[in-house]
């Protein structure tokens, strides 16, 4: 493994190349607000080619400008355009999930000819959703939170939006604020704001829209990939229901991969799905032509 660093808009880039990068088309593994580090087990399925994995903009090793900043889905998207363009390979495989998945889909959009093939893995598109005015309102009340009273009244909002299931509704905003201790996150506020996860928030990345003429358009083939653990279009997590609405919108089925939203986890921040199964499912993504 080697590690580089990328200088781009407002922030620098730190990125991990396992392999030579000659040897075959390069896989990118994406995560936002995750790090490089949560990709430490899957990438272990994925020795025969080379792999690059990265820290997002504001987040681990990468650096921001303004640490405090909103970071947006589009600077992400050309941070992920930059960084394919210093591997100097040529077109690349993304398998990204969550806001890296967003990320990625906004850089098709934007640079339709660096990705060959994208796998997005449960992107939180909140804006193809039916109750995404619901959805953004409570975004904006976790950000809201975060400003007031720090990381673990924000934290436990968030955790409470990503675990529900169905729709965003007037009760649910109505509810009472979820006690941060009830999920082992601080109570009190330690005055920092520089969270990478209330900086995407900030950013409106939960907003998105896809937009299906370019992502149509673009020579990328596109894999919309939700988890079998992470429920159905009308019944399931925000992020699982977004992830069949995209899908529907760029008129293809979703393919369902083993476990949930963390189903690639090997024991990263203590969490674990089925990474095996996962990432024998993505390879046959990968390997799949057209």
């Known amino acids: 493994m080697t590690t580089h660093t990328l200088a781009v808009s407002g922030a620098t880039i730190t990125y991990d190349v396992h ?3 000659t040897s075959d088309t390069p896989l990118l593994l994406i995560g936002s607000p995750m790090d490089a580090s949560g990709f430490t087990t899957l990438r272990t399925h994925f020795i025969d ?5 990265y820290d997002p903009r504001n987040t681990g090793r ?4 303004e640490p405090t900043a909103a970071v947006t889905p589009w600077q992400h998207a050309d941070d992920l355009d930059s960084l394919i363009t210093a591997l100097g390979s040529g077109p690349v495989d993304v398998f990204a999930s969550s806001g890296g998945a967003v990320n990625a889909l906004v850089c098709v959009e934007r640079r339709p000819g660096a990705i060959r093939t994208l796998v997005a893995h ?9 109750d995404h005015n619901h959805i953004s309102a409570a975004c904006t009340h976790m950000v809201e939170s975060y400003d007031a009273a720090g990381t673990g009244p924000a934290m436990a909002e ?6 529900h299931r169905g729709p965003v509704d007037d009760a649910y905003l109505a509810g009472p604020a979820p006690d941060p201790a009830q999920f082992g996150l601080p109570t009190e506020d330690d005055g920092s704001r520089t969270d990478p996860l209330m900086s995407n928030m900030r950013g409106l990345g939960v907003d ?4 299906v003429e370019r992502l149509t358009a673009a020579s990328t083939r596109i894999v919309i990939a939700v988890g079998e653990e992470s ?11 977004a992830a069949y609405a995209v899908a529907r919108l760029l008129g293809q089925d979703a393919v369902v991969f083993p476990g949930g939203h963390q189903g690639f986890l090997g024991g990263e921040y203590g969490q674990t ?3 095996t199964e996962f990432a024998a499912a993505l390879r046959e993504c990968l390997d799949t032509v057209g």
């Open 273 to 275: 799905g089925r990474p």
């Open 49 to 53: 080619r080379p792999v690059v994995t």
């Open 231 to 241: 429920g159905g279009p009308e019944d399931g997590e925000m992020a699982g229901r």
């Open 62 to 65: 990468s650096v921001c400008g």
């Open 208 to 211: 998105y829209v896809p937009d």
């Open 158 to 163: 968030f955790i409470r939006l990503v675990m």
């Open 122 to 130: 449960e992107p939180p598109a909140g804006g193809a959703l039916a």
């Open 19 to 21: 392999g030579p990068l």
